[in-house]
């Protein structure tokens, strides 16, 4: 039996009618970027998160950079966010002008550690990131109310937690904004790039409309950036998002499959669902301490599993400037599981008889 990672195709087939139908109304209309698919998805999308506004763009790499910028950086000017996530989180705070001060994570929750937030904050602190890591919120009580104490704003990334909660609350609606993708694979995804950033401030989803769009048309108000959503991908997230609660708990399901199949195994952790919030389990995060050999054993298996990330972001040779500032070390969690992390197939589609073979698998690896 073999395993991918993910089936997209079999979502598409699931589909097949409805997403045919929307390609061929943009196609019918033209309406290729922006237009009334872009905006219907905008308000379906901030209906689903239950904010006021959604400002579509195009990947969720460009929503990190126009929130940054919409809530404004000067020179020297520090954010804060965890040592360990997908690299747009932090290179964006670069591109908009800032530093970025990595904070490390808890060991088990990959999350970052709230705990040492405070020590980090200086006078030129203006906001932090928090990443809902692997489709798992994030502490938001406690990062909020750090945020106030020291009148930070917040953004929050959402890439991989569509639908998460905390606290009964969605993510994406406690900080000053959340950015969202819609990169294929994500828990909902396009058929190409796409992203967004939600918001109730009126003037900060205005300010980030007009700079994703070269500061308005004509007269010019600012000087901004190309970052537009396409009709088609609009048209293809509106056909896809009211089966999004679906999918969620399918993926929650199967990740109550895999902890009862996989409590107790020796040598495999499985992922720590925290108290008062929601996974959605954009991925399903498992911790081996033999995982390069796990990782190749399930290859000549067929089963595909994959590691997200490699390196925590302060080992990257990218933040090699750390070293000078003698900061390198100080990322002790992160450092511990990069070399542990696996991830396992987890999407909607996938059957109750591959759970059950993958973890036969790695059981009998750890025999
Ligand atoms: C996917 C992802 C992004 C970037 O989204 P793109 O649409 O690929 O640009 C940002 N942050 C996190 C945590 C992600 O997983």
Redesign the pocket.
Known sequence: MEVPFNNLFAQYQSLKPEIDDAISSVIAESAFVRGRFVEKFEQDFAEAIGIKHCVSCG????A?YIAIRALGLEPGDEVITTAH??I??AETITQAGGRVVFCDTELDSFLIDVDQIESLITEKTRGIIP?H?YGQAADMDEIMAIAHKYKLWVIE?C??AHLAEYKGQQVGTFGNAATF???PG?NLGAMG?A?AIVTNDDHLAEWMTLFARHGGKGDHQIEGINSRLDGIQAAILSVKLPHLPKWTAQRQSIAKQYETLLTGVSGTQTPLLKPDRSHVYHLYVIKSDKRDELQAFLSQHRIQAIVSYPLALPNCQAYNYLDKQGLRSAFVNATKNQSKILSLPIFPEISKISIGHIADTIKSFNL
């Open positions: 990947n969720g790499t460009d990190l996530t997908w747009s989180t990443v890591l990334d890439a991989q993708s819609f990169y994500k790039d992203g």
